[in-house]
């Protein structure tokens, strides 16, 4: 049984302590810290009247460095689990190696000040965790996460070499507003109207934000529109997967979606260049975020599945000539909200989130230094997948895709 601290207290970080409860013959000792502790509060209380466990709580600012540090001296947990910004992924890391304990998180570190996703920032800590014995794994949610399991999977037991790779997210299902974000918005719309990147013949191609479009018919969802865009585990796949001659990230965007942040985009609204206001700088993306529904609270109108899956081509590895698999996990919002009192998004990450620290602080993947999923034995991640709310089922089509 081991102690756990959990940092962050949004929708991820809600289903990650819901799911370490339920499994407490792993997590015997959970600690929550925030920067609102209120929340904390809230997920704990919740958490005791469905499990029955306690969780004690905190208030922190995770940028603050040495109080951070101190909090994790104090509490002395086998693993902090970083449920909260990307921005805080660089601090909280330091604040790991300061205080000797190994990290995990669920998204690669942004500046705040430039909407630009990339693994160097945190690839640059591997010898200092390295040095220190401690372990920092990377990506641990869906997608990144999942994805790269997945991935890794069918190139262990299905595929010899992968040559062609597409991963779809189709964040089905309705939450009933004009315009909401399913996870936290400022993060979200960043990641939308940032030039869309795909790997091909060894390199990153570049194209314009939501240019390429195709419609895909998604079991328990149903037709949509899914759009190509750049999203981080196409850089660690690319990494890990030498022989990849073309890896592209596709999300599903409703028409109404797609016509609100065009109107916030056009108008300024999305952009991160701070402008003066009333004698006070303020960011009008993280004003935007200010207004929108908060992810936490769509769950309970939140209606449909999510579809997240791998398509991938290439030589079998029993030597039958080229194959094409599709895996992926189908998640019903309305089961997650009555499992954990959050939506779908929100219940696709935060599983994935308590998996990767059950398969560390269980020793089942272990290592010194900075690691990305792809690094690590797929197999008891995917059992755990099965048995703790995320199935996943895995075919076989008739070639590769047409898109
Ligand atoms: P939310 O915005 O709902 O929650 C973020 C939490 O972090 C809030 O409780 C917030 O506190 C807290 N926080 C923010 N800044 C600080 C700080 N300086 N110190 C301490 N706490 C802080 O986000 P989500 O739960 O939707 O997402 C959590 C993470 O999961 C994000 O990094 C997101 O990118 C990632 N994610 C990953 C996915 C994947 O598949 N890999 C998919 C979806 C999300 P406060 O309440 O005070 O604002």
Redesign the pocket.
């Known amino acids: 049984m081991s102690k756990i601290l959990v940092?962050?207290?949004?929708?991820?970080?809600s289903v990650a302590v819901h799911k370490m409860a339920m499994n407490k013959t792993i997590f015997g000792d959970i600690h929550l810290a925030?920067?609102?502790k209120r929340?904390c509060d809230a997920i704990a209380t919740s958490v005791k009247e469905r499990t029955g466990t306690e969780v004690a709580t905190y208030e922190?600012?995770?940028?603050e460095v040495p109080a951070l540090t101190k909090l994790i001296e104090q509490i002395r947990p086998a693993l902090v689990v970083n449920?909260?910004?990307?921005y805080?992924d660089l601090p909280i890391m330091d604040a790991c190696l300061a205080a000797g304990v190994s990290y995990l998180d669920?998204?690669n570190y942004e500046p705040k000040d430039e909407a630009k996703f990339e693994y160097h920032w945190q690839w640059a800590y591997h010898d200092r965790f390295k040095q220190a014995g401690l372990m920092a794994l990377l990506?641990s949610?869906?997608?990144?996460?999942v994805t790269s399991v997945f991935t890794m999977w069918l190139k262990k037991h299905k595929l010899k070499t992968i040559r062609q790779l597409d991963i779809l997210d189709c964040n089905g299902g309705d939450h009933g507003q004009a315009f909401a974000t399913n996870?936290?918005p400022e993060?979200n719309i960043r990641e939308v109207t940032a030039p869309a990147r795909h790997w091909e013949n060894g390199q990153f191609i570049e194209t314009p934000a939501m240019a390429h479009k195709v419609e895909f018919d998604f079991e328990a969802v149903g037709p949509k529109n899914m759009y190509m865009m750049y999203h981080e585990e196409l850089e660690s796949l690319a990494k890990f997967i030498p022989e990849l001659e073309r890896a592209r990230f596709w999300m599903t965007f409703g028409d109404e979606y797609i016509k609100h942040l065009t109107v916030l985009q056009n108008v300024g609204m999305t952009s991160i260049a701070p402008v003066r206001y009333q004698g006070q700088e303020i960011i009008p993306l993280q004003f935007l975020a200010a207004v929108l529904p908060k992810?936490?609270t769509l769950g309970e109108t939140t209606k449909g599945n999510t579809n997240i899956g791998v398509i991938a081509t290439g030589e079998a590895l029993d030597g039958s000539g080229e194959k094409t698999y599709y895996i992926k996990n189908i998640c019903s919002h309305e089961a997650a909200y009555e499992e954990t009192g959050n939506q779908a998004?929100?219940y696709?990450?935060g599983v994935p989130a308590m998996i990767g620290s059950a398969m560390m602080v269980t020793g089942k993947w272990s290592g010194d230094g900075v690691f990305n999923m792809e690094e690590m034995d797929p197999d008891p991640f995917m059992e755990m997948l099965n048995s703790d709310g995320l199935p996943w089922t895995v075919e076989e089509l008739d070639g590769p895709v047409g898109f």
């Open positions: 940092i962050g207290a949004g929708g991820v970080s925030s920067r609102t929340k922190i600012d995770a940028e449920l909260a910004l990307p805080q669920t998204a990506g949610g869906f997608d990144p996460g996870f936290n993060i992810p936490e998004v929100s696709t990450t």
